[in-house]
């Protein structure tokens, strides 16, 4: 059990791929608070981490709400009696040009992509310091390192969260507290579903050298390597988990 008694708190947890991390963390000994706006979903998903013998609680966690946030890390103290991990999973993807983008629709995606990385790592910090360290994992995307020319927004958001890691990084290593980034390729869940359509999304094969898209589970294992201690000596580094596009 490479996270046993190890205490996580995952955002976006409720469904794709922050609920795959959220499950594969408790089959690996971790207690997960799962923190999403969709309570329904998030809670099937602590549910059945539970009847699987796993232990989790479901918080509602708006990213972008500091007293969320605040709620989430008393729960995880409450509950554990400390944090060691944080994934920074939440987000959200609109596709808009330049041109089409709004200053609403600016300000929304960069509230919850990048504003809401900002506010779950001031809320753990103070007890990852108590506990000695942690590791944090932001999830970025392939849009930080490769362009397509419909996402304004969501581009500049991931591109932020990349090189916001690395300043992480440097700034709390002296606590021994990690930051490391992952950049998922296609992965099949309902982000790109709604977004895209199935037909256009089956498109992406093309591009991809494995030959298919990723799935949630091929992810949380990344993430789960970071958040380890198999990754003790790992920080401010980019893992991108995208089927080999970046090669191309
Ligand atoms: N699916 C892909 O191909 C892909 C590719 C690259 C990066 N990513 C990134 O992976 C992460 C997970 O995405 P996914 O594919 O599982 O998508 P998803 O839409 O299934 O999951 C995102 C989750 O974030 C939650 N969320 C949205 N706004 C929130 C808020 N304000 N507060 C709390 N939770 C909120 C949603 O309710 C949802 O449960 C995201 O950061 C996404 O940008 C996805």
Do not use: C
């Amino acid at each position: 059990m490479k996270l046993k008694g190890k205490v996580a708190i995952i955002t976006g947890g409720a469904r794709g791929q922050g609920a795959a991390e959220a499950e594969l963390f408790a089959q690996e000994g971790a207690s997960v608070i799962i923190g999403d706006i969709l309570d329904d979903e998030g809670k099937k998903v602590e549910q059945k981490i539970i009847d699987e013998g796993g232990s989790a609680n479901y918080v509602r966690l708006d990213v972008r709400n500091d007293k969320d946030w605040d709620k989430a890390v008393k729960l995880a103290v409450k509950k554990y009696g400390k944090v060691d991990i944080l994934v920074n999973n939440a987000a959200i993807l609109t596709l808009s040009t330049i041109e089409q983008t709004t200053k609403e629709e600016w300000d929304r995606v960069m509230d919850i992509n990048m504003w809401g990385i900002v506010l779950g790592t001031k809320a753990v910090l103070p007890e990852m310091r108590k506990a000695g360290g942690g590791s944090i994992v932001n999830i970025s995307s392939l849009s930080a390192m490769i362009a397509q020319p419909w996402a304004a927004a969501y581009h500049a958001s991931k591109g932020a969260v990349r090189i916001h890691t690395k300043e992480a990084a440097l700034e709390f290593a002296t606590d021994n507290i990690r930051v490391n980034s992952v950049h998922p390729g296609a992965i099949d869940t309902d982000m790109i579903r709604d977004a895209y359509g199935i037909e256009r999304v089956s498109k992406y094969l093309e591009i991809i050298p494995l030959g298919r898209m990723g799935q949630s589970e091929d992810v949380a294992k990344g993430v789960l390597f970071l958040a380890s201690d198999d990754s003790s000596y790992i920080t401010g580094i980019e893992l991108p988990i995208d089927g080999g596009i970046l090669i191309k």
